[in-house]
């Protein structure tokens, strides 16, 4: 029911930005939490920043103050502003997207395939 599409990935220096964006199809998008997680090799996937319900967007400890979510829900999209990257940030990065489950939770029933984020020193 809903699609998502990841873009915006790429090579980039230490201290640059690059801004992803998510494409997603499907009506029921604007109702959905969505959030963005990266996945680094050789380790899990972790959460890195979303927006649920109507609160405010939370972020991961290692990103917070750098990055910055957002939605454009009139255009089915999800941003993620990446500023001040590191070698450390150098990961696929996926949306999800999916039902609120209280104030700080969703259900991931929604991914993309990824795009890659490469930070060179």
């Known amino acids: 029911q809903v699609q998502l599409v990841e873009s915006g990935g790429g090579l980039v220096q230490a201290g640059g930005s690059l801004r992803l964006s998510c494409a997603a199809s499907g009506r029921f998008f604007s109702t959905y939490a969505v959030g963005w997680f990266r996945q680094a090799p050789g380790k899990d996937r972790e959460f890195v920043a979303a927006?649920?319900?109507?609160?405010?967007?939370t972020y991961s400890d290692s990103v917070e103050g750098r990055f910055t979510i957002s939605r454009d829900n009139a255009r089915n999209t999800l941003y993620l502003q990446m500023n001040s990257l590191a070698p450390e940030d150098t990961a696929v990065y996926y949306c999800s997207a999916g039902p609120s489950i209280g104030p700080t939770g969703f259900k991931n029933d929604y991914w993309g395939q990824g795009t890659q984020v490469t930070v060179s020193k």
């Open positions: 927006i649920i319900g109507t609160s405010g967007p």
